[in-house]
Protein backbone atom coordinates (compact mmCIF):
# COMPACT_ATOMS: atom_id res chain seq x y z
CA UNK A 1 0.00 0.00 0.00
CA UNK A 2 0.79 3.55 -0.40
CA UNK A 3 2.27 5.61 2.23
CA UNK A 4 3.45 8.85 2.90
CA UNK A 5 5.37 10.20 5.59
CA UNK A 6 6.45 13.67 7.28
CA UNK A 7 8.08 13.28 10.13
CA UNK A 8 9.00 16.41 11.15
CA UNK A 9 4.92 18.77 12.61
CA UNK A 10 6.75 22.05 12.85
CA UNK A 11 9.65 23.93 11.59
CA UNK A 12 11.47 27.29 12.05
CA UNK A 13 13.83 28.98 9.84
CA UNK A 14 15.42 32.43 9.49
CA UNK A 15 14.52 34.25 6.67
CA UNK A 16 17.22 34.04 3.64
CA UNK A 17 18.11 30.68 5.13
CA UNK A 18 17.37 27.42 3.46
CA UNK A 19 15.13 24.62 4.69
CA UNK A 20 14.80 21.44 3.94
CA UNK A 21 11.00 19.47 5.08
CA UNK A 22 11.37 16.02 5.09
CA UNK A 23 9.22 13.46 3.27
CA UNK A 24 9.45 9.67 3.03
CA UNK A 25 6.99 6.96 0.61
CA UNK A 26 6.19 3.46 0.62
CA UNK A 27 5.25 1.78 -3.00
CA UNK A 28 5.35 -1.20 -4.48
CA UNK A 29 4.84 0.60 -7.94
CA UNK A 30 7.73 1.45 -10.17
CA UNK A 31 6.25 4.41 -11.66
CA UNK A 32 4.74 7.05 -9.29
CA UNK A 33 5.12 10.94 -9.11
CA UNK A 34 5.86 12.51 -6.14
CA UNK A 35 4.27 16.07 -5.35
CA UNK A 36 4.86 19.00 -2.62
CA UNK A 37 1.79 21.52 -2.14
CA UNK A 38 1.99 24.79 0.15
CA UNK A 39 -1.26 25.86 2.33
CA UNK A 40 -1.19 29.36 3.76
CA UNK A 41 -3.05 30.11 6.20
CA UNK A 42 -5.46 31.49 3.70
CA UNK A 43 -6.10 27.87 3.12
CA UNK A 44 -5.78 27.31 -0.89
CA UNK A 45 -3.48 24.81 -2.06
CA UNK A 46 -0.92 25.67 -4.12
CA UNK A 47 1.02 23.02 -6.13
CA UNK A 48 5.13 24.07 -6.08
CA UNK A 49 6.87 20.91 -7.56
CA UNK A 50 7.03 17.33 -8.86
CA UNK A 51 9.26 14.59 -9.74
CA UNK A 52 8.63 11.68 -12.15
CA UNK A 53 10.18 8.10 -10.38
CA UNK A 54 12.08 7.74 -13.74
CA UNK A 55 13.10 11.31 -13.56
CA UNK A 56 16.92 11.28 -13.91
CA UNK A 57 17.68 14.99 -12.68
CA UNK A 58 16.21 16.05 -9.06
CA UNK A 59 13.35 18.67 -9.88
CA UNK A 60 13.76 22.80 -9.17
CA UNK A 61 11.35 25.36 -9.90
CA UNK A 62 12.41 29.11 -8.64
CA UNK A 63 13.46 28.67 -5.14
CA UNK A 64 11.90 24.84 -5.04
CA UNK A 65 14.53 21.35 -5.48
CA UNK A 66 13.38 18.53 -4.84
CA UNK A 67 15.63 15.97 -2.98
CA UNK A 68 15.30 12.79 -4.73
CA UNK A 69 16.85 9.46 -3.25
CA UNK A 70 15.08 6.82 -5.15
CA UNK A 71 16.77 4.41 -3.23
CA UNK A 72 16.22 5.75 -0.19
CA UNK A 73 12.54 6.58 -0.85
CA UNK A 74 12.72 10.19 0.38
CA UNK A 75 11.64 13.26 -1.82
CA UNK A 76 12.68 16.28 0.89
CA UNK A 77 11.24 19.56 -0.21
CA UNK A 78 14.55 22.48 -0.46
CA UNK A 79 13.56 25.87 -0.16
CA UNK A 80 16.15 28.28 -0.61
CA UNK A 81 16.55 32.11 0.49
CA UNK A 82 13.68 31.84 3.34
CA UNK A 83 10.85 34.47 3.15
CA UNK A 84 8.45 35.40 5.37
CA UNK A 85 5.40 34.80 3.06
CA UNK A 86 7.00 31.03 3.01
CA UNK A 87 5.35 30.58 6.18
CA UNK A 88 2.68 27.49 5.85
CA UNK A 89 1.89 24.15 5.71
CA UNK A 90 3.64 22.27 3.46
CA UNK A 91 2.44 18.70 2.01
CA UNK A 92 3.87 15.98 0.20
CA UNK A 93 2.02 13.78 -2.03
CA UNK A 94 2.40 10.96 -4.24
CA UNK A 95 0.91 9.22 -7.28
CA UNK A 96 0.91 6.04 -8.75
CA UNK A 97 0.79 6.46 -12.40
CA UNK A 98 -0.29 3.99 -14.39
CA UNK A 99 -0.55 -0.15 -12.91
CA UNK A 100 -0.36 0.09 -9.23
CA UNK A 101 -2.46 -1.86 -7.24
CA UNK A 102 -4.25 1.66 -5.51
CA UNK A 103 -6.66 3.60 -7.29
CA UNK A 104 -4.36 6.20 -9.18
CA UNK A 105 -5.27 9.33 -6.51
CA UNK A 106 -3.04 11.62 -4.49
CA UNK A 107 -2.57 10.47 -1.14
CA UNK A 108 -0.95 13.16 1.10
CA UNK A 109 1.26 12.95 4.15
CA UNK A 110 -0.05 14.85 7.28
CA UNK A 111 1.66 18.06 6.55
CA UNK A 112 4.90 20.12 8.23
CA UNK A 113 4.09 23.29 9.64
CA UNK A 114 6.95 26.02 8.53
CA UNK A 115 7.56 29.18 10.50
CA UNK A 116 10.00 31.74 8.79
CA UNK A 117 11.43 34.33 11.65
CA UNK A 118 11.93 37.81 10.60
CA UNK B 1 -11.35 33.21 -14.19
CA UNK B 2 -10.91 30.90 -11.15
CA UNK B 3 -10.29 27.18 -12.58
CA UNK B 4 -11.86 25.38 -10.19
CA UNK B 5 -14.19 26.88 -8.07
CA UNK B 6 -15.98 26.12 -5.09
CA UNK B 7 -19.56 27.49 -3.16
CA UNK B 8 -19.78 28.40 -0.93
CA UNK B 9 -16.64 29.34 1.21
CA UNK B 10 -18.41 29.19 4.43
CA UNK B 11 -20.66 27.20 5.42
CA UNK B 12 -22.43 27.05 9.44
CA UNK B 13 -25.28 25.09 9.98
CA UNK B 14 -26.85 23.49 12.39
CA UNK B 15 -26.98 19.65 13.37
CA UNK B 16 -29.57 17.57 11.14
CA UNK B 17 -29.94 19.89 8.54
CA UNK B 18 -29.00 18.91 4.43
CA UNK B 19 -26.57 21.00 2.74
CA UNK B 20 -24.58 21.22 -0.25
CA UNK B 21 -21.53 22.12 -1.96
CA UNK B 22 -20.97 22.91 -5.54
CA UNK B 23 -17.77 22.49 -7.83
CA UNK B 24 -16.44 23.48 -11.36
CA UNK B 25 -13.85 23.62 -13.39
CA UNK B 26 -13.04 24.93 -16.45
CA UNK B 27 -10.02 23.48 -17.08
CA UNK B 28 -11.34 20.54 -19.57
CA UNK B 29 -9.89 17.81 -16.89
CA UNK B 30 -11.66 14.69 -17.45
CA UNK B 31 -11.44 13.52 -13.65
CA UNK B 32 -12.78 15.44 -10.01
CA UNK B 33 -12.44 14.97 -6.32
CA UNK B 34 -14.01 15.75 -3.30
CA UNK B 35 -11.26 15.40 -0.21
CA UNK B 36 -11.54 16.01 2.97
CA UNK B 37 -9.24 18.08 5.29
CA UNK B 38 -9.72 17.61 9.35
CA UNK B 39 -8.91 19.72 12.29
CA UNK B 40 -5.36 17.91 12.26
CA UNK B 41 -4.73 19.13 8.45
CA UNK B 42 -5.00 15.73 7.19
CA UNK B 43 -6.58 15.31 3.69
CA UNK B 44 -8.50 12.29 3.05
CA UNK B 45 -9.96 11.24 -0.43
CA UNK B 46 -13.42 10.79 -0.43
CA UNK B 47 -14.73 10.41 -3.93
CA UNK B 48 -13.42 10.43 -7.32
CA UNK B 49 -15.09 10.82 -10.79
CA UNK B 50 -13.77 10.57 -14.53
CA UNK B 51 -15.92 12.07 -16.83
CA UNK B 52 -19.55 11.57 -14.80
CA UNK B 53 -18.50 8.33 -13.91
CA UNK B 54 -17.91 7.32 -9.87
CA UNK B 55 -14.44 5.64 -9.69
CA UNK B 56 -13.61 6.11 -6.37
CA UNK B 57 -16.10 5.89 -3.33
CA UNK B 58 -13.90 5.66 0.00
CA UNK B 59 -15.52 4.60 3.32
CA UNK B 60 -17.76 7.44 3.74
CA UNK B 61 -21.20 7.85 5.80
CA UNK B 62 -23.98 7.19 3.28
CA UNK B 63 -25.01 10.77 4.51
CA UNK B 64 -22.47 11.85 1.75
CA UNK B 65 -23.77 11.80 -2.00
CA UNK B 66 -21.79 13.48 -4.70
CA UNK B 67 -23.29 13.96 -8.19
CA UNK B 68 -21.92 14.89 -11.24
CA UNK B 69 -24.03 16.07 -14.09
CA UNK B 70 -21.43 16.89 -16.53
CA UNK B 71 -17.81 16.28 -16.17
CA UNK B 72 -16.66 19.82 -15.81
CA UNK B 73 -19.18 19.89 -12.59
CA UNK B 74 -18.93 18.07 -9.42
CA UNK B 75 -21.24 18.29 -6.53
CA UNK B 76 -21.74 17.23 -2.48
CA UNK B 77 -24.73 16.45 -0.99
CA UNK B 78 -24.68 15.81 2.99
CA UNK B 79 -27.56 14.79 4.30
CA UNK B 80 -28.31 14.80 8.43
CA UNK B 81 -25.53 17.01 9.05
CA UNK B 82 -23.46 15.71 12.45
CA UNK B 83 -20.82 17.83 14.47
CA UNK B 84 -18.23 15.62 13.03
CA UNK B 85 -19.03 16.58 9.69
CA UNK B 86 -17.09 19.74 10.68
CA UNK B 87 -13.88 20.25 8.21
CA UNK B 88 -12.67 21.56 4.99
CA UNK B 89 -13.84 19.96 1.81
CA UNK B 90 -11.53 20.70 -1.42
CA UNK B 91 -12.71 20.09 -4.74
CA UNK B 92 -9.91 19.12 -7.06
CA UNK B 93 -9.27 17.98 -10.69
CA UNK B 94 -7.10 16.37 -12.65
CA UNK B 95 -6.51 15.97 -16.51
CA UNK B 96 -6.74 11.73 -16.20
CA UNK B 97 -7.18 9.77 -13.57
CA UNK B 98 -3.93 8.35 -13.73
CA UNK B 99 -0.72 9.86 -14.73
CA UNK B 100 2.00 12.43 -14.35
CA UNK B 101 -0.60 14.93 -13.12
CA UNK B 102 -1.46 17.32 -10.08
CA UNK B 103 -4.31 18.33 -9.01
CA UNK B 104 -5.60 21.33 -9.14
CA UNK B 105 -7.83 22.22 -6.11
CA UNK B 106 -10.83 24.82 -5.36
CA UNK B 107 -10.57 27.17 -2.38
CA UNK B 108 -12.27 24.94 -0.20
CA UNK B 109 -15.58 25.10 2.08
CA UNK B 110 -15.24 25.35 5.56
CA UNK B 111 -17.90 23.74 7.08
CA UNK B 112 -19.00 24.17 10.32
CA UNK B 113 -21.58 22.02 12.67
CA UNK B 114 -23.07 23.69 15.37
Known amino acids: AQKITQTQPGMFVQEKEAVTLDCTYD???????LFWYKQPSSGEMIFLIY??????QNATEGRYSLNFQKARKSANLVISASQLGDSAMYFC???????????????FGKGTKLSVKP | DTAVSQTPKYLVTQMGNDKSIKCEQN?????MYWYKQDSKKFLKIMFS???????INETVPNRFSPKSPDKAHLNLHINSLELGDSAVYFC?????????????FGSGTRLTVV
Open chain 2, 92 to 104: ASSPFPRGPYGYT
Open chain 1, 27 to 33: TSDQSYG
Open chain 1, 51 to 56: QGSYDE
Open chain 1, 93 to 107: AMREMWYGGSQGNLI
Open chain 2, 27 to 31: LGHDT
Open chain 2, 49 to 55: YNNKELI
